[in-house]
Nanobody, 126 residues
Framework: QVQLVESGGGSVQSGGSLRLSCAAS????????MGWFRQSPGMGREGVAL???????TYADSVRGRFTVSRDFLNDTLALQMNSLKPEDTAMYYC????????????????????WGQGTQVTVSS
């Protein structure tokens, strides 16, 4: 059974930093791509930072240069370092994993093939 457990959310002032972590279990970690997504009230879920099974990363334009995604294949964890946070970064952040074959589906917004964590709230105040 695939399990993804996020941690590290919280409240921070504009310009601050947070680090999110996701502990993964129940699947062959190296064969999956993973990523961080976020959703604000009344908005759709959007991809923030994705990392393929070969380490290739993809970032949303809104976070490029401020956020860094990384994977630890030894400990089956995913991390998101968020710097220079802005109020518009406020959202529920979700960790997701999917078989790498479905990369293009997920990148195009088709999330049916992904497993999801329960989310962790990030709030940035001005």
């Amino acid at each position: 059974q695939v399990q993804l457990v996020e941690s590290g959310g919280g409240s921070v002032q504009s310009g601050g930093s947070l680090r999110l972590s996701c502990a993964a279990s129940g699947f062959i970690y190296s064969g999956y791509s993973m990523g961080w997504f976020r959703q604000s009230p009344g908005m759709g879920r959007e991809g923030v930072a994705l990392i393929d099974s070969d380490g290739t990363t993809t970032y949303a334009d809104s976070v490029r240069g401020r956020f860094t995604v990384s994977r630890d294949f030894l400990n089956d964890t995913l991390a998101l370092q968020m710097n220079s946070l802005k109020p518009e970064d406020t959202a529920m952040y979700y960790c997701a994993a999917w078989i790498s074959y479905y990369n293009e589906y997920v990148k195009s917004g088709d999330y049916d093939y992904a497993y999801w964590g329960q989310g962790t709230q990030v709030t940035v105040s001005s």
